[in-house]
């Protein structure tokens, strides 16, 4: 099946650590993003990739890291720099052209620090 | 003030009545409009997908787009207490762009 997949599914992090995220799709998107989702705000960027080992800063970035070294994995790394990383991580993905702004998401991972 | 404005609810309807769902916006570069349902705890799934102005009926959803008052709609039909999730809202000005959420409205729909 064609799809989003992220993990883990929760995580919990102490105070001080970087934590990786997973993101991997296998519809042959070329467009990757990150976003985070806290209660009553909907879902604001952090970090979004059009092409492999190419990637820019969204609205909230600080904090946090990604990597493109392959079509479709884009891992975020939330830092310790991250002062209020407790939230739902969404991952998601889109083509370019055409409907390319439709953006298919994954299941979601959710962070909490200890 | 936030580029989308949407009430979060929540809004409560009776089985089978219409459920009516807005949001306005402030930029008027916008041109792509969305619709995702997100159930709790669940990645967002797209609903229904509009470019510019006009209506676009899918089933029992209609989307309404009206540029000129940088606004717009989403109707379901019929509602099932299967409905009952989190509706947001999202725009953005081209392809492979970011896309900018409302807040979500979440919709409980009562047997």
């Known amino acids: 099946d064609g799809g989003i997949t992220q993990s883990p599914k929760y995580l919990f992090r102490k105070e001080g650590q970087n934590v990786t995220l997973s993101c991997e799709q296998n519809?042959?998107?070329?467009?990757m993003y990150w976003y985070r989702q806290d209660p009553g705000q909907g879902l604001r960027l952090i970090y979004y990739?059009?092409?492999?080992?190419?990637?820019q800063k969204g609205d909230i970035a600080e904090g946090y890291s990604v990597s493109r070294e392959k079509k479709e994995s884009f891992p975020l790394t939330v830092t310790s720099a991250q002062k209020n990383p407790t939230a739902f991580y969404l991952c998601?993905?889109?083509?370019?052209?055409?409907?390319?702004?439709?953006?298919?998401f994954g299941p979601g991972t959710r962070l909490t620090v200890l | 003030q936030k580029e989308v404005e949407q009430d979060p609810g929540p809004l409560s309807v009776p089985e089978g009545a219409i459920v009516s769902l807005n949001c306005t916006y402030s930029?008027?570069?916008?041109?792509?409009f969305m619709w995702y349902r997100q159930y709790s705890r669940k990645g967002p799934e797209l609903l229904m997908y509009?470019?510019?102005?006009g209506n676009k009926e899918d089933g029992r959803f209609t989307a309404q787009v009206d540029k000129s008052s940088k606004y717009i709609s989403l109707f379901i039909r019929d509602s099932q207490p299967s409905d009952s999730a989190t509706y947001l809202c999202?725009?953005?000005?081209?392809?492979?762009?970011?896309?900018?959420f409302g807040g979500g409205t979440r919709v409980l729909v009562k047997p």
């Open positions: 998601a993905s889109s083509t370019l052209g055409g409907r390319g702004n439709e953006q298919f």
């Open positions: 519809l042959n998107h070329d467009a």
């Open positions: 990739s059009q092409i492999v080992n190419d990637f």
């Open positions: 930029n008027s570069a916008f041109q792509y």
């Open positions: 509009t470019y510019s102005s």
């Open positions: 999202a725009m953005n000005k081209a392809a492979g762009n970011k896309l900018t």
